[in-house]
């Protein structure tokens, strides 16, 4: 069955740090560049990122020079590293695959001020 997994959310003050992860699994992994969304109560969901195939990166104007992200293809696991953060990156992010279409449940990431 194929599946992604987020995992790491979590409640931290402002100007605290976060590490999501993301694993795949029954999934082609290396063909699938990732991405991550996130969805704050009321508001529509966002993107935030994508990691390539090749692990090039690429993130939305709000998260740049924040966030950085990694994958590790052997552990079919991506990583979003979340730095400085802050109370409007409160939300529930979700990571998606592209190439085989799924998205993960969510995890919650709530910043206090």
């Known amino acids: 069955q194929a599946q992604l997994v987020e995992s790491g959310g979590g409640l931290v003050q402002a100007g605290g740090s976060l590490r999501l992860s993301c694993v795949a699994s029954g999934i082609i992994f290396s063909l699938n560049d990732i991405k991550w969304y996130r969805q704050a109560p009321g508001k529509q969901r966002e993107f935030v990122g994508i990691v390539s195939t090749d692990g090039d990166t690429t993130f939305s104007d709000s998260v740049k020079g924040r966030f950085a992200a990694s994958r590790d293809n052997p552990k079919s696991t991506v990583y979003l590293q979340m730095n400085s953060l802050k109370p409007e990156d409160t939300a529930l992010y979700y990571c998606?695959?592209?190439?085989?279409?799924?998205w993960g449940q969510g995890t919650q990431v709530t910043v206090s001020s």
């Open positions: 998606y695959a592209v190439r085989s279409s799924i």
